[in-house]
């Protein structure tokens, strides 16, 4: 029997699927056609698949040093397919497509489409002017409005979300691609990633163990115990789950995420992820990547999953199973991180196979009743059952001494009452636990609960409520929580890491001055409401949340009639306390130059 070339290939075709369509996921663009988006060499400030929120940051966001107005560049041939505006998320953006390749770039919180494309920025006006205000989102017609690589295309800006800089999306048929997945858009980066600790758990490990990474030479790092000693080796058996936690610097004082880790067991890598493309589905589930009670929002510190996660979290994953080995069997395990431009940073320990027949589970559990938790003196509850729980193990509510706790509490916050610490053995759980605290009273004005957050080591916000006899509260880490008791007044003071005109001068509005002041508080937090005076009269203003500061936007046209301001202004936080008063002379020296005849004038 024979079969003709064109069966053969048909028969090879169908052996091997996965290869021919992973073929899909980048395009086949050269990487000379990718170009960098901005006309100077900016560092990267947030890197793909960081935690925003409750979405994972699909793009790269570029810095603009807090300026407005700076040229976006086209990133390769095209055109561009689609405009949008909204007040929140992307704000102005744009999409560039390539109809040869099929991939797409998209550009996000723009000032104004401001670029060579003048047209396409007097359209952007005119929907503004005869639609909604509010946003828009306008697919253009193929070739409207086409453009070659490196062509300006408008303006960075603040709009939307976050401050100044520019965000930068590629995106395929399959999925969104990490920007640094393109040469030319990596960052010349010879700084491996940061390894802080490694978080190991097993069926037969009657507590995780947490260890921490220390630096010995150029990306090697060496793990240490609580007590200080070097850890080299530990006895294991059955499913062992392997975190580590890390970041990356790259060219600026970011920490960023990591471009893919990897675990070896004896020189074979058994487990390699890299974070240069996620699927559309997967772009919505972080919980397969990242330990959510471990992590942080900002910075991007997060406690990596060293194992594949099951797609329904229905079971937690492993990292290695030691009943594939033979008893007594050494293994030697090397865990690292990788950056974009292929600097890696590593741990090494060694595990022996050393099986106990007769060990059973020794977890010591709270009073359990489905998935509510009880501290031992039944003063705080927390409720999982809205929760995706993972693993067999438990939550565990430990009361805890002030002087044996890891960190200071703040001057001028007393703390009133216990310390509970907040931790789990072999489980994981996933969305916002339910609490409630029972202190027997109604709380003061002044007493609020703090979190402290271990896994970054600073204390974080929590969304809290206070009832008759104590507080609900949402918790989706671990860390401590208490009560403590706002004796702090807030504070107020011009913005001065910011640039003084925050526009470069081709976007500035020369009709107004904008004045930024930055709202502080280490209690219960300020209010966005503050009183403001500009020489004694009431005077309005808007509350930037980006920047946490109150934005004073002033006519020009007042140096006509005053050669200073005096602006006087008072911060209120939410324990009743109430800042100093702050002054702000403002000259006016200077204004009248950049009056236009096009300003408005003020009665």
Known sequence: MSFSPFRILIFLLSLCPLAVGSQTKFPEIPASEVGFPLPYYSPVSGTFAEIRNHNLH?????????????????????????????????????????????????????????????????????????????????????????????????????????????????????????????????????????????????????????????????????????AGDKFDLIPLTGKVRIRMSGFDFIRSRNKNNVYGMDLSVNGKVTFSRNFDFLSYEDGSKKHQFYDINRSSLAPPVYFYHMYEQSKNFKEEGYSLNLEDYKPNETLYLEVSLRDATGNKSSVFFTVVHEKNETETNRLSKNKQTGNKYNSAD??????????????????????????????????????????????????????????EWNIGYMPTNKESLYFYDSSIGKFQSITQRKKANGFSFKLTKLGYIMILNDETPPTIFPMTSLARYIELPEVRNHCFEDRYYVLGDTGSGFRTSVELTIDGQSYPYEYDPDRRAIRVIIPKSLQKERPYLLLEAKAFDFAGNVSEPFVDLISTNGWGEELQASCPVIE
């Open 378 to 435: 039944g003063k705080i509850v927390l409720d999982l059952s809205k929760t995706e729980v993972s693993g067999e193990g438990t939550l565990l509510l430990t009361e805890i001494k002030e002087k044996d706790i890891p960190f200071k509490i703040p001057a001028g916050l007393p703390l009133k009452g216990k310390i509970y610490q907040i931790d789990t053995k072999k489980m994981s759980w996933k969305g916002e636990g339910l609490g």
């Open 58 to 226: 699909l793009g790269s966001d570029f810095k603009s040093y807090g300026l407005n107005g700076h040229n976006i560049l086209a990133t390769f041939d095209g055109y561009i397919e689609e405009i949008s505006y909204s007040k929140t998320g992307y704000g102005l953006s744009l999409n560039l497509y390539n109809p040869k390749y099929k991939v797409k770039s998209k550009y996000a919180h723009l000032h104004s489409f401001g670029g060579s494309l003048y047209d396409l920025e007097l359209l952007r006006r005119a929907i503004l002017l005869m639609g909604d205000p509010a946003g828009f989102q306008l697919k253009l017609t193929p070739g409207m409005f086409s453009v070659k690589k490196g062509t300006s295309l408008g303006k960075t800006g603040e709009s939307g979300s976050g401050i100044s800089h520019l965000h930068l999306e590629f995106r395929s048929e399959k999925g969104i691609i990490n920007p640094l997945y393109f040469p030319e858009i990596h960052q010349k980066d010879t700084t491996p990633p940061t390894i802080l600790s490694l978080y190991l758990e097993g069926d037969h490990l009657e507590n995780p163990i947490l260890l921490t990474a220390k630096e010995k030479t150029k990306g090697k790092y060496d793990l240490y115990t609580d």
